[in-house]
């Protein structure tokens, strides 16, 4: 197994938000390899139909099949929304999306059994998190609100700003006003928000950062199949974590630089639509 | 000439913008058949690369060239700015695109020589606007502004809302500090929220909508051609208009119904990649 073990793992989002997640399997897994594909020429995912995001997906995994990984990550809650069954028939490898770990853990934290989710327009009306949270328990109830607005404030890097507190807590309003005590943070953009949202619900409500979670969750099921990786990755190894993208790598690597622990120094074009 | 005239004139978009051009096409050249392709399934453009966006224009026209039609409308002013060479030689026709009309109203309107511009990210970082005023006049000095929120908050359906305000005024701020006299609406969303910006920027600017001037310069260049349409669509003709789109016809047709004077029924989807 230890050349499964070497092998990379797999991580696609549909431009840069998916690099919360990356972020969480490095801190997490810092001994895993990466290839990780953001699909920057098609983004946003979050406003298209469930078709095209579908064959999105089915051309990032035949791309990414191209690159040895022994496991796939969908970095993105859309794309896992939208999109999980037919990535798993196209991989033919474990795939795990950010969904479900992050439903479970919400699942656990909550105490007086009211979650919030808060993502894209196109995640919540798949009902992805609500069907998950009552798979694991049906008394648990969910109340859900697409934020249209967040991610491109934070492309804008309006972070920590005025207007997008205004935005939050109208998003959050009526989550709030139903006495969730838990939050999940159902668009990967939003963990780069928690300090605002932190500050902006208080300490009472459990934030759920299901990037997180889902490195966690990858750990345990790299180990239960023997495909961890045993050895450590050596300093100054050539490219342990490799980035594709399908449109201008400058930004995205600006991005990623911003965000990751490591330093980005190149992204390459894949022309994605040939897959 | 009369086939040539009958024939529809295409106008294409990334998405839902371009409607409001279409919209002035119907409003000022009612003779005149539209087929219209929205891009739906890969917009935005506004933050995407030249490679891209001429890739992708290439193939909307190779599409609009199957509908028999005698002239293209760049309905876009990022693709405009960064692809209308590349449509031209495409298109083998006459096209038009949003930049140059708007360009030449502004130069037409400033008393007193300072214009403003604002746009997608990627319309300004081309100085499409500036490049063509300055052709027209290099006295003119043009201060222009990137307003990314703008179109997310137009499709969020917040056109009078406070929080719009404050955005608009922030990235306006700078341009009315400049003294423009004169402020172009670079981008085909931007005219949803031409009352607002009116409200803030007060009577004294002149604000330029590219997609009127258009209408306007489409129907000189037809009739100089002798490509006008000399009969009059008839009441009850089926299909004077045509939408085609690239994803999701249903939020589509809805947002078109609630800017168009005519009754969308319904938008086709096109499989574009494959153009």
Not at 80 to 87: G, K, Q, R, S, Y
Not at 198 to 219: F, Q, S
Request: hydrophobic share 40%; with cysteine.
């Amino acid at each position: 197994m230890e050349k499964a073990g070497s092998m990379p793992i797999g991580v696609f989002d549909s431009g840069l938000g998916g690099l919360t997640v990356a972020r969480e399997i490095m801190r997490n897994l810092p001994n895993e390899r990466i290839v990780y594909f953001g699909d920057t020429a098609r983004v946003p995912y979050g406003s298209k139909s469930k078709n095209t995001i579908v064959r999105y997906s089915r051309q990032i995994v035949r791309f990414l099949k191209t690159q040895d990984i022994k496991a796939i990550v969908i970095a993105c809650n859309t794309a896992t929304a939208l999109a999980i069954d037919e990535v798993s028939e196209e991989a033919g490898m474990p795939v795990i999306g950010v969904v479900e770990p992050g439903a479970r853990m919400a699942a656990e934290s909550t105490r007086n059994g009211k979650v919030g989710v808060i993502a894209t327009r196109a995640t919540i009306h798949t009902h992805a998190y609500s069907n998950a949270i009552r798979r694991i328990n049906p008394d648990i109830r969910v109340f859900s609100q697409a934020g249209a607005l967040l991610v491109p404030l934070v492309e804008e890097g309006w972070v920590h700003d005025r207007v997008t507190d205004e935005i939050i807590m109208r998003y959050l309003d009526d989550l709030l006003e139903h006495g969730i005590d838990t939050l999940i943070l159902g668009c990967t953009h939003y963990p780069l928000l928690r300090s605002t949202i932190r500050k902006l619900v208080g300490d009472e409500v459990t934030l759920i950062n299901p990037a997180y979670e889902t490195a966690k969750e990858l750990g345990r099921m790299l180990a239960c199949r023997g495909l961890e990786s045993t050895g450590t990755i050596e300093e100054g190894e050539p490219y342990p974590y490799k980035f594709f993208v399908s449109d201008d790598p400058d930004k995205f690597t600006s991005f990623a630089n911003s965000i990751l622990p490591v330093d980005v120094k190149m992204a390459k074009i894949v022309p994605i639509e040939e897959y």
